[in-house]
């Protein structure tokens, strides 16, 4: 079965830092890109960032937005995608999920990428 | 304040066709393809269509989408019960070089 299992989601004091985890199955993750989104309560998605497979360098980016407080890595012997998140805000309290990227082609040509696979979401809570 | 505007809300009753609107700009919606999800309550969003009008299997045919200029539509027919959820657009920003969502949809089927 196709899935993503997000984990680590926790309440965390304002200024504190946290590490969630992405563990995926049934598909081929070693040459995926992974992307970061979350929602807080009652509002809309937001993108965080996203990180390449090893052919393209696990290049990472990011929304400009977060201002460098989080960063996306992987261990593909693990099968399981991260995001650290430093300099924790009230703010940054939301469910995050990650999510693969499938890739497509306009009638141009260009790539882009839509995001087919979801996990379940992990809840982070930044409050005193 | 998103780069992207969507109608907060729509309401439509069971078999009538509902559309939702995406209005960007053309530095993202001008410019680049548009998706779409849809998340039914305390769920994970679900694609449910690429590339401006593609469905992705296993997606119903009464969901379709469109793109002229700056703005790009999701029509759903023969609306159900089970569309009610909210739905939402995204693409990509040349100017902000990153992804951007519209703020969402609620639909709700009467």
């Known amino acids: 079965e196709v899935q993503l299992v997000e984990s680590g989601g926790a309440l965390v004091q304002p200024g504190g830092s946290l590490k969630l985890s992405c563990a995926a199955s049934?598909?081929?993750?070693?040459?995926?890109?992974m992307q970061w989104v979350r929602q807080a309560s009652g509002k809309g998605l937001e993108w965080i960032g996203r990180i390449r497979s090893k052919v393209d360098n696990y290049a990472t980016a990011y929304s400009a937005s977060l201002k460098g407080k989080f960063t996306i890595s992987r261990d593909d012997s693990e099968n399981t995608a991260y995001l650290q998140m430093n300099s924790l805000e009230t703010e940054d309290t939301a469910v995050y999920y990650c999510?693969?990227?499938?890739?497509?082609?306009?009638?141009?040509?260009?790539?882009?990428?839509?995001?087919?696979?979801w996990g379940q979401g992990t809840t982070v809570t930044v409050s005193s | 304040q998103s780069l992207v505007t969507q109608p907060p809300s729509a309401s439509g009753t069971p078999g009538q066709r509902v559309t939702i609107s995406c209005s960007g700009s053309?530095?993202?919606?001008?410019?680049?393809?548009v998706n779409w999800y849809h998340q039914l309550p305390g769920t994970a969003p679900r694609l449910l269509i690429y590339?401006?009008?593609q469905r992705p299997s296993g997606v119903p045919d009464r969901f379709s989408g469109s793109k002229s200029g700056t703005s790009a539509s999701l029509a759903i027919s023969g609306l159900q019960s089970e569309d009610e959820a909210d739905y939402y657009c995204a693409t990509w920003d040349d100017s902000l070089n990153g992804r951007v969502f519209g703020g969402g949809t609620k639909l709700t089927v009467l």
């Open positions: 999510t693969r990227s499938m890739f497509y082609h306009d009638s141009y040509g260009y790539r882009y990428d839509a995001f087919d696979i």
């Open positions: 053309s530095s993202n919606i001008g410019s680049n393809t």
């Open positions: 049934g598909f081929n993750f070693t040459v995926s890109t």
């Open positions: 590339n401006d009008n």
